[in-house]
């Protein structure tokens, strides 16, 4: 790091340290179960994506457990001078089952608490508490820095070991320290479980113990900082440190890393399947980031080793997906040591100066785009860091949205812009060092930006797809999880929300489908096989590695020979296939992806193959006997393509001998039309030959009609409806004789096209001779014909159709009952098919679905004539049905709906849910009815309210009107007790109705208290107490509590202690020989509730001498 770099990082720190971000919250936020500073997240998954969360992975399950934000500091904070209250964990992080040991330290000794809280959403509460115990602390000795390297390393003893519980799942653990004097401080450890989740969360301690100043007390206390270390300089020649030690506390609050918190809690929140680790896991076990999709670097993650670099460099050309959500990303090398114990990894070693590092090459500890190591991190990353800024945070700035599919669903244009998103340290896109090997690379912001020192820059957001299909993503700002939670900055934005959501559902899934490339070939021959190329491609044109669509092939070739991919998947995005087409000419070839509603189509020209057989046909596929007909000859290939450069000749001959053929010719791009005789009538053939090659040949097949003058039908005068009968054709020739040689084709139809109707199928007949059978379905006289309309030959005969058996019963009626009313309605027996049955003989039988007394239905009765007309009367309004049954054959049935109306009102229902309360507005309900308790719509009556309850105060209804027979009306009652609204029709008095309700007090009012008018010294009296409303109604519901009081001043005067009313005194207590005075002449007792100080009342006592 540059000394001017060292400048302005020390003016950033300096300001942003003078906070402890987790002692106090800007607003009031988490008092409530969300955060107001979070808006409500609806995102909209970008085209093809699933959504992001599995609703049983390990995430989505842990937060609905109930939350606490218990965690967050609050004051007073255990400081780094006085030390009232800090400590540290044996390790970093730790497995179920594993142990760590809590080093604390109090000042003065003295007893403490931890509170352990997973990191998460929690309803917006943002943690669970995992552990409550009280433990006994000890001041524990100072920790001093070593002479050399400045590190500083505590030696303390153990206060607490934790073995960490089965049911504790990997995240982020706060440990709340608050000793007996109420300071408070943080720890931090993360538990890892290693499982393959889909995301993992790198926890970047290196960079936190880098800028570890404990004990920050301005005296002794060193980091890898100058402008926060203190005391004599050490080996770097300054007073920093070139070591740091994780066995000592964490600076000031103990952790204050807020935009990593803001991003948990955005992550689990929305349910993505993600478990944790730090920086030292990545380095000892690199392996272990291949077993995730996606890897993410969050907030400030400066300091790496080259394990680090590696692990994330080789799951990237793994295909594991980069996050880097974050700035200054990977900027300065580490190494780790162990510590004096001889733990692994507990030392960091930092030199920041190749010249004074005694490790020289590849792991010497300076900025890692300077030499000797020479990687720059735009290597990894896409980008370097650009500045820092001290004035707040900058608009990020979108830019190449259009067809980014990052963008999707945001809103956001180029130039748009975000506020508060950009800072304190952003990155750029540098031209002075190379970029990574990528498949494509896009910038996707260009931020301004002014930085400390006034000088102007530009952040940019980044991405790029590796060779190996990995995503890396940096997003250019330390601040991006800003725009991700409001938990602290309120600066929470639906569209950075949406940009990580569909960033983060590539990872998962691969960007959104935008187009499929198909490459084919321009021409291919007809039953060739050839090969396709489908590309699975994003809006920038890359393949999608993680595509798992599946395609489905079409073609225009509907060919029986053509032979397309089965339905399909690709590979990393990439996909070659087999296709063959059979039909010449122009084609198209469909991919489609339905699911993700994309397809591509291209164009083909199929040429035909070689010739391999002659194809004949003809228009008149049933010439007639010495007439001349047409016929064409086509050379195909083997897919029936015509192939258009035959030049074979071809040669004819037929099964009738005594045939007219066309001589040998050639054909004229392929076909030829041609004409033959045929003599003999029936089943003939003409055969096409190629005169060179034999096997290139076809036929043609032909029924020759002979001739006939008529057609006669014979079928049976009568035929039941449904019932199949015989039908006779015969071909007559002109003189009445069978015409034998008959070969025409006889057409069936008839009068009668209902439903359930069968006709012969267009027959031959045999010998000129045929037997049939037909099945009509509507009685009467219906018409059969039986015609061949290429001989002109027609016939009809008639056929009385009667009714078959009588299977249901029709019941219908015109009239819209009124209740209690009688009306008319039909019965009517018929077949299946609709006709009425004439013969029917049953007894029906008659149920409604209206059993109200006052039913009238027909006694069981007999059709006649298959029909009979019937009177009903019915009581209940509304849809009701009459249903008419065979009393032997239950099949036999049918059923009226009717609408009944009700009949003109005759009396007023009032009623009410309501206990009114006196003084109080109530609801109640007017409905007119008929004398069978339908409500009458029609009713146009007015009705006028009287009341039992004649005070002064009630409000009853105006004279009111009914809508469709039913209205709600209020009033208002004043005395206390049974009462009733009586509700009577203006001109009918009769139509009445009353409604009884039991009006209840309300609040007291006022407080009455009754006394004797004068009592003897010394001697009990009685006392009461009454609470009425405001109408002088008992407060029944009076639960309060009355205080006593006497102007008598001796102590012996008694009055009732404090009493509170039950349901039991309904307003009114007696107390008894409750009150003894004293004091000669005249004394005061006064009654007073306790809370409403306006109840109150006294009475003069005269107090005389026994």
């Known amino acids: 790091m540059t000394a001017s770099r060292r400048t302005l990082l020390s003016a950033v720190l300096i300001l942003l340290f003078a906070i402890s971000p987790l002692t106090a919250r800007p607003s009031a936020a988490l008092a409530a179960t969300t955060s107001p500073e979070t808006p409500s997240i609806a995102l909209l998954p970008a085209a093809g994506s699933a959504s992001p969360a599995a609703t049983d992975n390990p995430i989505v399950t842990e937060n609905q457990q109930p939350g606490s934000n218990g965690w967050l500091l609050g004051s007073p904070i255990g400081d780094d001078t006085a030390n009232q209250m800090k400590g540290y964990w044996s390790a970093v992080s730790a497995k179920a089952g594993e142990t760590i040991t809590l080093y604390a330290t109090t000042n003065p000794a003295q007893s403490f608490t931890l509170d352990i809280y997973r990191m998460g959403w929690y309803q917006g509460l943002g943690g669970r508490l995992r552990l409550h115990t009280s433990l006994t602390g000890i001041s524990q000795t100072p920790c001093t820095p070593d002479a050399t390297t400045g590190m500083i390393a505590c030696s303390w003893t153990g206060t607490y070991s934790l073995t960490i519980p089965s049911d504790w799942l990997s995240g982020v653990y706060l440990g709340l320290l608050t000793n007996a004097g109420g300071y408070r401080n943080n720890t931090i450890f993360l538990v890892r479980d290693d499982r393959p989740a889909a995301f993992l969360y790198q926890q970047s301690i290196n960079t936190d113990q880098a800028y570890n100043n404990y004990p920050s007390d301005g005296t002794t206390g060193k980091s890898l900082y100058t402008f926060n270390s203190y005391g004599a300089n050490t080996i770097s020649g300054q007073t920093r440190a ?40 990545t380095h000892a076990n690199p392996a272990s980031l ?107 700035v979108a830019t190449n949205t259009s067809p980014h599919w990052i963008y999707a669903n945001t809103g956001l244009k180029d130039g748009d812009s975000v506020p508060g998103i950009v800072g304190y340290e952003m990155d750029k896109v540098d031209s002075a060092f ?121 073609s225009s070739d509907t060919g029986t020979k053509t032979v397309l991919p089965a339905d399909s998947k690709l590979t990393k995005g990439l ?15 469909t991919v489609a992806d339905a699911a993700a509603a994309k397809s591509t189509t291209v164009p083909i020209t199929v040429t035909a193959g070689s010739a391999g057989g002659l194809a004949l046909s003809t228009t008149t596929p049933n010439p007639t006997v010495g007439t001349s007909f047409s016929f064409t000859v086509t050379a195909q290939d083997a897919n029936g393509n015509v192939d258009p450069t035959y030049a074979g000749t071809v040669h004819f001959t037929s099964s009738d001998p005594s045939a007219v053929l066309p001589p040998n010719s050639t054909l004229t791009n392929g076909q030829g039309s041609f004409s033959a005789t045929l003599n003999k009538a029936g089943s003939q053939t003409i055969v096409a030959t190629d005169t060179a090659t034999a096997a290139i040949t076809g036929t043609l097949a032909l029924n020759v009609r002979g001739t006939a003058a008529s057609l006669d039908v014979v079928v049976p005068a009568t035929a039941k409806a449904g019932t199949a009968f015989s039908v006779a054709v015969t071909a007559k020739n002109s003189d009445g004789t069978t015409a034998t040689g008959y070969n025409g084709t006889v057409h069936f139809t008839s009068s009668d096209t209902s439903t359930g109707v069968v006709l012969p199928p267009d027959s031959p007949l045999t010998n000129g001779q045929g037997t049939f059978s037909a099945t009509l379905a509507k009685a009467g006289t219906q018409t059969l014909t039986a ?105 036999i049935t049918g059923t009226l709906g009717v609408t009944v109306r009700a009949a003109n009102a005759t009396r007023l229902v009032l009623s009410s849910g309501a206990t009114p309360t006196a003084g109080a507005t109530f609801s109640f309900s007017v ?40 209205r709600t009306l209020s009033a208002t009652l004043i005395k206390a007790g049974a009462q009733t609204i009586t509700g009577r029709d203006t001109v009918t008095a009769t ?19 009754d006394a004797p008018a004068g009592a003897k010294a010394g001697q009990s009296f009685t006392v009461s107490v009454t609470l009425k409303d405001q109408y002088g109604n008992v407060a029944t519901g009076y639960r309060g509590t009355v205080h006593f009081a006497t102007s008598d001043p001796l102590p012996t005067a008694v009055v009732p202690g404090d009493y509170t009313f039950t349901a039991a005194d309904a307003g009114t207590h007696t107390f008894t020989q409750g009150v003894t005075l004293w004091t000669i002449p005249s004394q005061t007792v006064s009654a007073t509730d306790t809370v409403n100080a306006s109840l109150t009342q006294f009475k003069w006592v005269n107090v005389s001498l026994l």
């Not at 996909?575 to 070839?589: E, I, K, N, R």
């Open 242 to 281: 070139v070591k740091v030690s994780f066995d000592r506390p964490y600076k000031e609050v103990g952790f204050d890393q807020v935009d990593e918190i803001e991003f948990i809690r955005w992550i689990e929140r929305m349910g993505y399947d993600v478990t944790y680790q730090t920086d030292i896991e």
């Open 290 to 396: 291949r077993n995730h999709k996606a890897v993410l670097s969050v907030g400030h993650d400066e300091y790496w080793s080259k394990e680090m670099r590696d692990a994330f460099e080789s799951a990237r050309d793994a295909g594991v997906n980069l996050a880097f959500l974050a700035a200054d990303t990977s900027e300065v090398q580490v190494r780790y040591e162990p510590s004096a114990g001889g733990v692994a990894n507990r030392v960091i070693v930092c030199y920041k100066d190749a010249a004074i590092d005694p490790v020289q090459g590849p792991t010497t500890t300076v900025q890692w785009r300077v030499p000797p190591v020479n990687r720059p991190e735009q290597l990894m990353t896409g980008v370097t860091i650009a500045g820092m800024s001290t004035s707040g945070n900058y608009p990020f």
């Open 434 to 554: 190379p970029m990574p090997a990528s498949q494509s690379h896009t910038i996707l912001s260009q931020s301004p930006f002014t930085d400390a020192n006034g000088s102007s820059g530009v952040s940019n957001s980044h991405i790029y797809l590796a060779p190996s299909g990995a995503w890396v993503w940096a997003s250019g700002t330390i601040a991006w999880s800003r725009g991700l939670d409001g938990f602290w900055y309120g600066r929470a934005d639906a569209r950075i929300q949406q940009m990580t959501a569909n960033l983060f559902n590539a990872f998962l899934n691969g960007p959104p489908l935008d187009n499929l490339f198909v490459t084919v070939p321009t021409t291919v021959v007809a039953g060739q096989p050839f090969t396709i190329d489908v590309t699975a491609a994003d809006s920038l044109g890359n393949p999608i590695a993680q595509y798992g669509g599946t395609l489905h092939f079409t």
């Open 575 to 589: 996909g070659s296939f087999s296709v063959t087409l059979s039909t010449a000419g122009s084609q198209t070839l």
């Open 787 to 891: 015609a061949d309309s290429n001989n002109a030959l027609s016939t009809t005969v008639t056929v009385a159709i009667s009714a078959a058996s009588a299977t249901k019963l029709v019941l219908a009626s015109s009239a819209s009952p009124v209740a209690g009313t009688s009306f008319g309605f039909s019965v009517t027996a018929q077949d299946q098919f609709g006709n009425t049955d004439l013969a029917y003989a049953g007894t029906v039988h008659f149920t409604s679905s209206d059993t109200a007394t006052g039913v009238v239905l027909p006694a069981d009765t007999m059709l006649s004539n298959g029909q009979a007309t019937l009177a009903a009367t019915l009581i209940k309004s509304g849809a009701q049905t009459i249903t008419g049954r065979d009393n032997v054959t239950a099949t």
């Open 927 to 966: 409905t007119a009815q008929d004398q069978f308790g339908n409500t009458d719509t029609g009713y146009t009556g007015t009705v006028h309210f009287t009341s039992s309850d004649t005070s002064a105060g009630v409000v009853l209804p105006a004279d009111s009107t009914l809508t469709n027979g039913q």
């Open 991 to 1009: 139509i009445t109705g009353t409604l009884g309700v039991t009006v209840r007090a309300a609040a007291a009012a006022s407080l009455t208290l």
